[in-house]
Protein backbone atom coordinates (compact mmCIF):
# COMPACT_ATOMS: atom_id res chain seq x y z
CA UNK A 1 0.00 0.00 0.00
CA UNK A 2 1.26 3.12 -0.95
CA UNK A 3 1.72 5.34 1.93
CA UNK A 4 2.28 9.25 2.59
CA UNK A 5 3.85 11.03 -0.54
CA UNK A 6 5.44 13.93 0.29
CA UNK A 7 6.85 16.45 -2.77
CA UNK A 8 9.52 17.05 -3.28
CA UNK A 9 12.41 15.63 -0.57
CA UNK A 10 14.69 18.74 -1.05
CA UNK A 11 13.89 22.14 -1.69
CA UNK A 12 16.67 24.65 -1.79
CA UNK A 13 15.58 28.12 -2.21
CA UNK A 14 16.47 31.57 -1.69
CA UNK A 15 14.91 34.15 1.08
CA UNK A 16 12.26 35.89 -0.40
CA UNK A 17 11.15 33.01 -2.60
CA UNK A 18 6.94 31.30 -2.26
CA UNK A 19 7.74 27.62 -1.59
CA UNK A 20 5.08 24.92 -1.85
CA UNK A 21 5.12 21.79 -0.24
CA UNK A 22 2.80 18.82 -1.32
CA UNK A 23 1.32 16.19 0.16
CA UNK A 24 -0.61 12.94 -1.21
CA UNK A 25 -2.56 11.16 1.45
CA UNK A 26 -3.37 8.11 2.16
CA UNK A 27 -6.67 6.78 0.47
CA UNK A 28 -9.19 6.86 2.68
CA UNK A 29 -7.57 8.84 5.48
CA UNK A 30 -10.20 11.69 6.58
CA UNK A 31 -7.20 13.92 8.90
CA UNK A 32 -4.27 15.58 7.80
CA UNK A 33 -1.26 17.10 9.63
CA UNK A 34 1.74 19.55 8.41
CA UNK A 35 4.21 18.98 11.13
CA UNK A 36 7.57 20.93 10.96
CA UNK A 37 10.69 19.37 12.74
CA UNK A 38 14.13 21.32 14.23
CA UNK A 39 16.31 20.57 16.27
CA UNK A 40 15.60 23.35 18.54
CA UNK A 41 11.89 22.89 18.82
CA UNK A 42 11.36 19.23 18.04
CA UNK A 43 8.01 18.43 15.92
CA UNK A 44 5.78 20.85 15.66
CA UNK A 45 2.09 20.49 14.61
CA UNK A 46 1.64 23.27 12.21
CA UNK A 47 -2.12 22.90 11.02
CA UNK A 48 -4.73 19.63 10.67
CA UNK A 49 -7.59 18.73 8.61
CA UNK A 50 -10.67 16.89 8.71
CA UNK A 51 -12.20 16.49 5.58
CA UNK A 52 -10.48 18.81 3.71
CA UNK A 53 -11.79 21.47 6.28
CA UNK A 54 -9.10 23.06 8.63
CA UNK A 55 -9.97 22.42 12.24
CA UNK A 56 -6.90 23.50 13.91
CA UNK A 57 -4.06 26.14 12.42
CA UNK A 58 -2.91 27.49 15.91
CA UNK A 59 0.48 26.36 15.01
CA UNK A 60 1.40 28.02 12.20
CA UNK A 61 3.76 30.43 13.03
CA UNK A 62 2.79 33.82 11.33
CA UNK A 63 0.75 34.46 7.70
CA UNK A 64 3.70 34.15 5.53
CA UNK A 65 2.75 30.23 6.26
CA UNK A 66 -0.55 28.83 4.47
CA UNK A 67 -2.11 25.67 3.94
CA UNK A 68 -4.97 24.28 1.65
CA UNK A 69 -6.83 21.07 1.25
CA UNK A 70 -8.90 21.50 -2.49
CA UNK A 71 -9.73 17.83 -2.40
CA UNK A 72 -9.11 14.48 -0.14
CA UNK A 73 -6.41 13.53 -2.04
CA UNK A 74 -4.33 16.58 -2.01
CA UNK A 75 -2.68 19.18 0.42
CA UNK A 76 0.14 22.03 0.09
CA UNK A 77 1.13 24.13 2.52
CA UNK A 78 2.98 27.45 1.39
CA UNK A 79 5.38 29.75 2.85
CA UNK A 80 5.49 33.18 1.10
CA UNK A 81 8.16 34.97 1.79
CA UNK A 82 10.59 32.38 2.86
CA UNK A 83 13.03 33.08 5.20
CA UNK A 84 16.51 31.09 6.50
CA UNK A 85 14.61 30.49 10.26
CA UNK A 86 11.99 28.52 7.74
CA UNK A 87 14.69 25.84 7.20
CA UNK A 88 13.61 22.33 8.70
CA UNK A 89 12.46 18.96 7.77
CA UNK A 90 8.28 19.16 7.34
CA UNK A 91 6.21 16.36 7.55
CA UNK A 92 2.87 15.53 6.12
CA UNK A 93 0.73 13.02 8.29
CA UNK A 94 -2.48 11.71 8.14
CA UNK A 95 -4.82 9.39 9.88
CA UNK A 96 -8.16 8.01 9.59
CA UNK A 97 -9.72 10.03 11.66
CA UNK A 98 -12.96 9.25 13.34
CA UNK A 99 -14.05 9.74 17.02
CA UNK A 100 -11.59 8.76 18.71
CA UNK A 101 -7.53 8.30 18.85
CA UNK A 102 -5.84 6.88 15.82
CA UNK A 103 -2.31 6.41 14.68
CA UNK A 104 -0.86 9.11 12.45
CA UNK A 105 1.13 7.84 9.30
CA UNK A 106 3.75 10.08 8.29
CA UNK A 107 5.20 10.35 5.13
CA UNK A 108 9.23 10.80 4.53
CA UNK A 109 8.89 14.85 4.91
CA UNK A 110 10.86 17.38 3.44
CA UNK A 111 13.47 18.99 3.76
CA UNK A 112 13.93 22.83 3.27
CA UNK A 113 16.59 25.10 3.40
CA UNK A 114 16.21 28.79 3.11
CA UNK A 115 19.47 30.35 1.85
CA UNK B 1 5.81 25.04 27.36
CA UNK B 2 6.50 20.75 26.59
CA UNK B 3 3.45 19.43 27.54
CA UNK B 4 5.11 15.74 27.37
CA UNK B 5 9.16 15.53 28.61
CA UNK B 6 11.24 12.89 27.44
CA UNK B 7 14.30 11.35 29.01
CA UNK B 8 17.12 10.69 28.46
CA UNK B 9 18.21 12.94 25.06
CA UNK B 10 20.49 10.24 24.23
CA UNK B 11 21.20 6.75 25.17
CA UNK B 12 23.90 3.97 24.12
CA UNK B 13 23.49 0.32 24.84
CA UNK B 14 24.67 -3.01 23.90
CA UNK B 15 24.08 -5.57 21.72
CA UNK B 16 21.34 -7.33 23.48
CA UNK B 17 20.69 -5.36 26.51
CA UNK B 18 17.48 -3.32 27.13
CA UNK B 19 17.08 0.03 26.61
CA UNK B 20 14.70 2.29 28.44
CA UNK B 21 13.01 5.38 27.72
CA UNK B 22 11.25 7.83 29.66
CA UNK B 23 8.24 10.07 29.56
CA UNK B 24 6.65 12.04 31.88
CA UNK B 25 3.18 14.72 31.27
CA UNK B 26 1.22 16.73 33.66
CA UNK B 27 -2.31 17.07 31.28
CA UNK B 28 -4.60 14.84 32.97
CA UNK B 29 -6.69 15.06 30.00
CA UNK B 30 -4.47 12.69 28.06
CA UNK B 31 -5.74 9.12 26.91
CA UNK B 32 -3.86 7.91 24.06
CA UNK B 33 -0.22 7.42 24.54
CA UNK B 34 1.94 6.23 21.06
CA UNK B 35 5.43 5.95 20.58
CA UNK B 36 6.85 6.40 17.26
CA UNK B 37 10.26 5.33 15.91
CA UNK B 38 12.68 7.49 13.03
CA UNK B 39 15.15 6.51 11.25
CA UNK B 40 17.53 9.57 9.57
CA UNK B 41 15.93 10.54 6.23
CA UNK B 42 12.06 8.83 7.36
CA UNK B 43 9.04 10.11 8.84
CA UNK B 44 8.28 8.64 12.39
CA UNK B 45 6.44 5.51 12.16
CA UNK B 46 3.96 4.57 14.60
CA UNK B 47 5.79 1.35 17.04
CA UNK B 48 3.28 0.56 20.19
CA UNK B 49 0.26 2.75 21.34
CA UNK B 50 -1.24 2.49 24.82
CA UNK B 51 -4.34 3.89 26.61
CA UNK B 52 -4.42 4.78 30.77
CA UNK B 53 -7.02 1.55 31.17
CA UNK B 54 -3.83 -0.46 31.07
CA UNK B 55 -0.45 -0.67 32.99
CA UNK B 56 1.46 -2.33 30.36
CA UNK B 57 1.83 -3.58 26.63
CA UNK B 58 3.60 -5.21 24.86
CA UNK B 59 4.63 -6.55 20.73
CA UNK B 60 7.51 -8.21 20.54
CA UNK B 61 10.40 -6.88 22.23
CA UNK B 62 8.96 -3.34 22.42
CA UNK B 63 7.19 -3.11 25.99
CA UNK B 64 5.33 0.11 26.64
CA UNK B 65 4.97 0.98 30.72
CA UNK B 66 2.19 3.23 32.24
CA UNK B 67 2.02 4.78 35.39
CA UNK B 68 -1.51 6.59 35.48
CA UNK B 69 -0.68 8.24 39.20
CA UNK B 70 2.76 9.23 38.12
CA UNK B 71 2.06 10.35 34.85
CA UNK B 72 4.70 8.52 33.74
CA UNK B 73 5.25 5.83 30.59
CA UNK B 74 8.41 4.24 29.80
CA UNK B 75 9.56 2.40 26.41
CA UNK B 76 11.48 -0.72 27.06
CA UNK B 77 13.55 -2.44 24.13
CA UNK B 78 14.21 -5.97 25.09
CA UNK B 79 17.74 -7.36 23.47
CA UNK B 80 18.50 -4.67 21.90
CA UNK B 81 19.61 -5.00 18.27
CA UNK B 82 21.88 -2.47 16.33
CA UNK B 83 18.58 -2.12 14.37
CA UNK B 84 17.17 -0.46 16.65
CA UNK B 85 19.24 2.55 16.20
CA UNK B 86 17.18 5.59 15.83
CA UNK B 87 15.12 8.23 17.22
CA UNK B 88 12.28 7.54 19.61
CA UNK B 89 9.56 9.64 20.31
CA UNK B 90 7.03 9.65 22.78
CA UNK B 91 3.35 11.64 22.37
CA UNK B 92 0.22 11.98 24.09
CA UNK B 93 -3.44 13.55 23.01
CA UNK B 94 -6.23 14.75 25.08
CA UNK B 95 -9.38 12.57 24.75
CA UNK B 96 -11.38 16.32 23.59
CA UNK B 97 -9.06 17.13 21.04
CA UNK B 98 -7.70 13.19 20.26
CA UNK B 99 -6.17 14.48 16.87
CA UNK B 100 -3.79 16.39 18.62
CA UNK B 101 -0.52 14.93 19.08
CA UNK B 102 2.04 16.34 22.11
CA UNK B 103 5.77 14.93 21.14
CA UNK B 104 8.25 14.12 22.98
CA UNK B 105 11.55 15.72 22.48
CA UNK B 106 12.95 12.60 21.18
CA UNK B 107 15.74 10.23 22.60
CA UNK B 108 18.70 9.20 20.18
CA UNK B 109 18.93 5.26 20.21
CA UNK B 110 22.64 3.93 19.60
CA UNK B 111 22.87 0.33 19.90
CA UNK B 112 26.42 -0.94 19.54
CA UNK B 113 27.29 -4.56 18.01
Known amino acids: DAGVIQSPRHEVTEMGQEVTLRCKPI?????LFWYRQTMMRGLELLIY????????DSGMPEDRFSAKMPNASFSTLKIQPSEPRDSAVYFC?????????????FGDGTRLSIL | QQQVKQSPQSLIVQKGGISIINCAYE??????FPWYQQFPGKGPALLIA?????SEKKEGRFTISFNKSAKQFSLHIMDSQPGDSATYFC????????????FGSGTKLNVKP
Open chain 1, 93 to 105: ATSTGGSSNQPQH
Open chain 1, 27 to 31: SGHNS
Open chain 1, 49 to 56: FNNNVPID
Open chain 2, 27 to 32: NTAFDY
Open chain 2, 50 to 54: IRPDV
Open chain 2, 91 to 102: AASPYFDFNKFY
